[in-house]
């Protein structure tokens, strides 16, 4: 980004009634245009809200941080140069650089490391943090030739280490993926001593660039992909499946396709991690079962689900996998060798990711698996990721068993499934209800989503209500599925957050959440701030049932009116729930 860019999109005047999101800055140097981009590159992430970027007195990173910690931001952003953990490893301060300080510089920054790492700590108790590490080359202290790596620079370098390692660590920081940033930025590219020495900035303006939108990213990531459907032939592996027999297709070295073995180790990596797997394969589908069962595929058939095999059209196996993940079309993958197959699928589902592997060109090949775990990266893997696939399969057998059963009563059917809720307050730092509170489309009450310090002001509030549900039944478990927020009114609690997996759909757990809360909290009635949005069909269908009329913001549902039209729950709740 062009700095005429970024004061473009910094200067361009909010709605009045956005919401705001403020981010602190908290460096070192003198932040000038490294601010100007942060908030561009935010701006651009964040469209619907009006950002803000503070920053507190050069030259003074750990009362910056001090301030950080004490702020009302949203977010913080620390940038850290080496000048930060002694004035001498910087050009503006004189101090030696002879061997006779090297020493003293070694036991300082280490000192400085501590200090620098529990002021990080404090900070990200109440804030999520995004960190870059020292992106300048040292200052010429060592008394060795350039091309030797001396001991003093190894040293500082080992401290540094030590002290990315611990701060990576702390829960709630995010720290700047420096091999990310040398693709970008070469280092030969980053110093600008004029401006470092006249003003104290000491970044050249495509390097601030660089820096911002890496530390934006951190606080505001793209939303991660959940699925990935893949062909077979030539993709998963190199040859034709109807041609080459099961035997003839291959993914090895001593055949030359050994770059279809990494993809099928990465496919496992984020099968692994909870990411969907499908298959859509033009094939006969005995051939396909045949080849994924061969003992030598690094990709598990049971990390596939589902696998649509048959002579269709690509389009229609989407469709299908569609249908059976119940994911928008904007969370998934597609990877195929062919450019006429991703043009068909393209055109009819314009939002899905679709990708060419490129069969005769490794390099691409590689670059490909290095987009697909950015794709799909996320912070931690939950036990719910752990269980997806499985809890889908299983979920596919429940839909299938239901529609089998029209004859019967639904009520009857959910009596049978063994079926248990368990309820529980919603803790500030607990990642899977903050990922249900982002993630969630279909069963949304307005599809607002919070940052981490909007999150916990939520959870803080005078008279909050919290929930958080978890679902198992002899299907298998679900784990935590949903969330409520909301705070009591006199006889009235207001929801302005509920949400939903869709994979908990068609078994009563919505009616047993509002059903618990008016029973534990003895209200009379629920004030909900719901809004429509295109996606959120289901909670909409589910309000109207206690509704009469159009659906209006707020939508107030009274007791009596939930009670006499609910249907019979048989769940069994949790002995240990509570708000």
């Known amino acids: 980004m062009k700095l005429a860019e970024a004061l473009r999109i910094v200067q361009?005047?909010?709605?009045?009634?956005v919401e705001k999101f403020s981010v602190y800055l908290a460096c070192g140097i003198f932040p000038l245009h490294l601010s100007t981009f942060l908030a561009a590159h935010l701006r651009e992430r964040l469209s619907n809200r009006a950002v803000e970027v503070f920053t507190g007195l050069y030259g003074d990173l750990p009362g910056n941080l001090a301030s950080l910690r004490d702020s009302s931001a949203d977010a913080g952003a620390v940038a850290i140069e080496w000048s930060d953990?002694?004035?001498?490893l910087g050009l503006r301060r004189l101090g030696g650089w002879g061997p006779e300080v090297l020493a003293d510089i070694q036991v300082n920054v280490g000192r400085s490391a501590s200090n620098l790492l529990e002021l990080l700590?404090?900070?990200?108790?109440?804030?999520p943090l995004a960190l870059s590490l020292p992106t300048l080359p040292l200052p010429p202290i060592s008394y060795q030739p350039g091309e030797q790596s001396s001991v003093a620079v190894l040293l500082l370098e080992k401290t540094l280490a030590d002290f990315a390692a611990s701060a990576a660590r702390i829960h709630g920081v995010k720290i700047i993926n420096h091999g990310r940033l040398d693709r970008i930025s070469p280092v030969t590219d980053r110093l600008d001593v004029k401006s470092d020495l006249s003003t104290g900035f000491p970044y050249r303006t495509a390097h601030a660039s660089e820096v911002a939108e890496l530390l934006a990213g951190l606080i505001q990531p793209r939303p991660a992909k959940k699925g990935l459907i893949t062909d077979l032939d030539d993709t998963l592996w190199r040859g034709l499946l109807g041609e080459d027999g099961v035997e003839g297709i291959s993914w090895d070295i001593d055949r030359r396709s050994h770059i279809h073995a990494l993809y099928q180790q990465t496919l496992r990596a984020l099968a692994e991690s909870g990411v969907l797997i499908g298959v859509a394969s033009k094939n006969d589908p005995d051939l396909v079962s045949e080849a994924l069962n061969r003992q030598d595929l690094l990709l598990p058939k049971d990390c596939l689900f589902p696998i649509d095999a048959n002579w269709n059209s690509k389009s229609e196996a989407v469709r299908r996998i569609l249908d059976v993940w119940n994911i928008n079309e904007d969370a998934v993958v597609f990877v195929d060798d062919s450019p006429l197959e991703l043009a068909e699928v393209a055109s009819l589902y314009p939002e899905i990711k679709c990708l060419r592997f490129p069969i005769d060109d490794e390099q691409a090949a590689y670059?490909?698996?290095e987009e697909l775990r950015d794709l799909f990266g996320k912070q931690e893997i939950l036990n719910e990721d752990t269980i997806r696939v499985s809890s889908i399969r299983k979920g596919n057998q429940f839909q299938?068993?239901?529609?089998?059963?029209?004859?019967?009563?639904?009520?009857?059917?959910?009596?049978d499934l063994e079926a248990e809720v368990s309820l529980s307050p919603v803790a500030a730092d607990d990642a899977r209800a903050f990922e249900l509170v982002n993630k969630t489309n279909q069963f949304n009450l307005n599809a607002r989503r919070l940052s981490q310090s909007e999150f916990q002001a939520a959870l803080d509030r005078r008279g909050a209500v919290s929930l958080l549900v978890s679902y198992k039944d002899k299907y298998g478990p679900l784990g935590k599925i949903a969330v409520v927020l909301g705070e009591i009114d006199g006889a009235r609690l207001k929801l302005d957050t509920w949400v939903m997996s869709c994979r908990a759909f068609s078994r009563?757990?919505?009616?047993?959440?509002l059903d618990y809360l008016f029973e534990s909290l003895q209200i009379s009635e629920l004030q909900l701030d719901f809004q429509a949005t295109t996606r959120n069909r289901p909670m909409q269908e589910f309000l109207a049932k206690f509704v009469d009329g159009e659906l209006s913001s707020p939508i107030i549902i009274p007791r009596a009116t939930f009670m006499s039209r609910k249907p019979a729950l048989a769940q069994r709740l949790n002995e240990g729930s509570y708000v």
Do not use: G, M, N, W
């Not at 299938?400 to 959910?414: D, H, I, M, V, Y």
């Not at 009563?508 to 959440?513: L, V, Y």
């Open 121 to 127: 700590s404090q900070a990200a108790l109440s804030k």
């Open 508 to 513: 009563h757990i919505e009616h047993r959440c």
């Open 367 to 369: 670059y490909l698996l």
């Open 400 to 415: 299938q068993q239901l529609e089998t059963e029209t004859a019967r009563p639904l009520e009857s059917f959910l009596a």
């Open 85 to 88: 953990f002694d004035p001498r």
């Open 12 to 17: 361009a005047v909010s709605a009045p009634d």
